[in-house]
C-alpha cells in the first residue's frame, strides 16, 4: 500500500473488501485535513458553546479512525455517528461542517 501524501491509495485483499480493491484518496484523509483547519473554515462553531466540546470530539474521533463522515463510519451507528459519539445532531452537523470546509 502506498500512502505518499499526494497519491492515491489502492487496497487489495481478501479481508473486509472480499478481494475488491479500495481506492482511498490520501489527501482527503482525517489525519491530513483536520489537523491544521483552515482559518475560513467554521472550526466547530455552534449555536450553543456546550456543543463546541462535543464537536470537537466528533473531530477527533474522525481524525483517530480516519473517517470521513459521509461514509459508513459517520452513519448514525458509525464508529464515528451521532449514536456512538453522542451529544446530538447539533456538534455533529458542526463536526461535518468543518470538516466538509477543511477536507474539500
Given at each position: 500500500?502506498?500512502?505518499?501524501?499526494?497519491?492515491?491509495?489502492?487496497?487489495?485483499?481478501?479481508?473486509?473488501?472480499?478481494?475488491?480493491?479500495?481506492?482511498?484518496?490520501?489527501?482527503?484523509?482525517?489525519?491530513?485535513?483536520?489537523?491544521?483547519?483552515?482559518?475560513?473554515?467554521?472550526?466547530?462553531?455552534?449555536?450553543?458553546?456546550?456543543?463546541?466540546?462535543?464537536?470537537?470530539?466528533?473531530?477527533?474521533?474522525?481524525?483517530?479512525?480516519?473517517?470521513?463522515?459521509?461514509?459508513?463510519?459517520?452513519?448514525?451507528?458509525?464508529i464515528c455517528g451521532v449514536n456512538t459519539v453522542g451529544g446530538g445532531e447539533a456538534p455533529y452537523t458542526?463536526?461535518?461542517?468543518?470538516?466538509?470546509?477543511?477536507?474539500?
Amino acid at each position: 500500500m502506498d500512502s505518499g501524501s499526494d497519491a492515491l491509495v489502492v487496497e487489495a485483499g481478501a479481508d473486509a473488501t472480499g478481494g475488491k480493491e479500495v481506492v482511498y484518496d490520501v489527501v482527503a484523509d482525517g489525519i491530513s485535513c483536520l489537523t491544521s483547519i483552515p482559518a475560513g473554515c467554521p472550526d466547530c462553531k455552534t449555536q450553543n458553546s456546550s456543543d463546541e466540546p462535543i464537536c470537537q470530539q466528533y473531530l477527533q474521533c474522525f481524525i483517530k479512525n480516519d473517517c470521513n463522515p459521509s461514509t459508513a463510519c459517520g452513519d448514525n451507528t458509525g464508529i464515528c455517528g451521532v449514536n456512538t459519539v453522542g451529544g446530538g445532531e447539533a456538534p455533529y452537523t458542526a463536526a461535518v461542517a468543518t470538516y466538509n470546509c477543511a477536507c474539500p
